[in-house]
């Protein structure tokens, strides 16, 4: 994109009031505004996190697909899927309005530099784990993804308007499919618990650490990148999932949760926060398989992606010439 | 062959959500030529009946005012308040205006 250029360039200081009366005034800051240096790669660091999580959050549930068990489960885990695909490039178009490439994104992904949610380093045993996924998974990911909506960065707030909008249906067919599971036998309703019982914890890291250990988040909440802390978030959804699992009739693993009636809300018990940092750091059950799968996938692709920009170059060319010939 | 490993250039995607509409800026996509580009853009973003048309533009192709929101360019239309139904008093007498 090149630009009219304007003929003085602002001083600084003008330039730093302009932004932060923007968003004092919970305006939207877009990808060619000046914006302090922070404040960019704070977002390229939470964006990119974002997107790495969608497109590596697609090898738990797709490692069922071909042994879903029934065409419908299939069709409708092939566009759960789907869909986790096209939120990781909807966000990845947003990292590239400020300024990072493709490229980079996918390198610092392979290398570790930038991070993706823990919850995708657990493996999936069954396929319960199709369901709680997108119950808990998704339901936290809902959390936390619909405050975000309003986030000041214009392009950001953009991505998970579309993104909230798809969630839903991951949430419900999850829930829908331990529905089903738990009117079935015995042994179904104990795979549903067992499968609750691993992921319960984790959904609740999805979260992020405690406030008091979670030092960047006063500073995104003043940029309004962030519209609510860690634990407010965890807990709003651990008092919307109670009732749910109630219904459901499985158990939630913390003999500590319970309602509070002075706080009008649930006390609950401390996510395992040695667990979380082993498995941030890259040794949770699957880190390695994740992203050597990533690493096997963008290399395996190599020769599709060469392909195809030598045959756009190709028809340029041969388009440029048949032209010249009509003329 | 450096040129050929070089990343796909970035595409704009506008979408005409239905007949009457028009087509709206919805994101950006990597593709090798326009036409995989269209093509992408339908499994992007129009999974939902979202789309009857597709446009695509490469960002690069695309010129644009500077980013600046009180850029003088647009100061002209600041001050004319006379282009506005509302600059013009009508007794509440006269019917249908
Ligand atoms: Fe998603
Ligand atoms: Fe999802």
């Known amino acids: 994109m090149s630009t009219v250029t304007p003929e003085a360039a602002p001083d600084a200081e003008a330039l730093q009031a302009q932004f932060d009366d923007v968003i004092a005034r919970n305006e939207r800051i877009e990808p060619r505004d000046w914006m302090p240096d922070g404040y960019r790669a704070t977002l390229v660091r939470q964006i990119a996190q974002h997107a790495h999580s969608e497109i590596i959050g697609m090898q738990p549930e797709g490692n069922w697909i071909t042994r879903a068990p029934s065409l419908r489960r299939k069709a409708i885990l092939l566009a759960k899927v789907q869909d986790e695909a096209g939120h990781g490039l909807y966000l990845y178009s947003a990292t590239e309005t400020l300024g990072t490439s493709r490229d980079e994104l996918t390198e610092k992904l392979l290398s570790g530099a930038q991070k993706y949610s823990s919850i995708f380093n657990y493996p999936t045993l069954s396929y319960a784990d199709v369901g709680t996924i997108g119950w ?108 749910q699992a109630q219904v459901l009739g499985v158990t939630l693993p913390d003999p500590q949760l319970r309602w509070n009636e002075e706080r009008g809300a649930h006390d609950f018990g401390e996510p395992d926060w040695e667990e979380f940092m082993r498995v941030v750091k890259g040794n949770g059950p699957c880190n390695a398989q994740r992203v050597a799968h990533r690493r096997r996938a963008w290399e395996d692709g190599a020769w599709v992606r060469e392909a195809a920009t030598a045959y756009a170059a190709r028809s340029a060319v041969l388009g440029a010439s048949r032209e010249g010939e009509e003329r | 062959m450096s040129e050929i490993r070089a990343e796909w250039p970035l595409y704009e995607v506008f979408v005409r959500g239905k007949r009457g509409l028009n087509h709206v800026h ?70 249908h205006m």
């Open chain 1, 136 to 243: 808990l998974v998704d339901g936290a990911a809902i959390c936390n993804q619909v405050p975000l909506c309003r986030t000041s960065y214009g392009p950001y707030g953009r991505a998970m308007i579309r993104i909230c909008k798809e969630e839903s249906f991951h949430q419900r067919q999850g829930y829908e499919l331990l529905m089903t599971m738990m009117q079935g036998t015995d042994a179904q309703r104990e795979m549903v618990q067992e499968s609750v019982d691993r992921f319960w914890w984790p959904a609740l890291m999805m979260f992020g650490p405690p406030d008091a250990d979670s030092p960047n988040t006063a500073r995104s909440m003043a940029w309004g990148i962030k519209r609510n802390t860690n634990d407010d978030l965890r807990q709003r959804f651990v008092d919307m999932t109670v009732p």
């Open chain 2, 26 to 95: 919805v994101g950006s996509l990597h593709a090798a030529d326009p036409e995989t580009a269209v093509r992408n853009a339908r499994d992007v973003y129009t999974r939902r009946n979202e789309g009857v048309s597709i446009w695509v533009v490469r960002s690069a192709d695309i010129t644009a005012s500077s980013p600046d929101e009180k850029d003088p360019m647009f100061a002209p239309s600041g001050d004319k308040v006379y282009r506005h139904p509302t600059f013009y008093e009508i007794p509440d007498t006269v019917p």
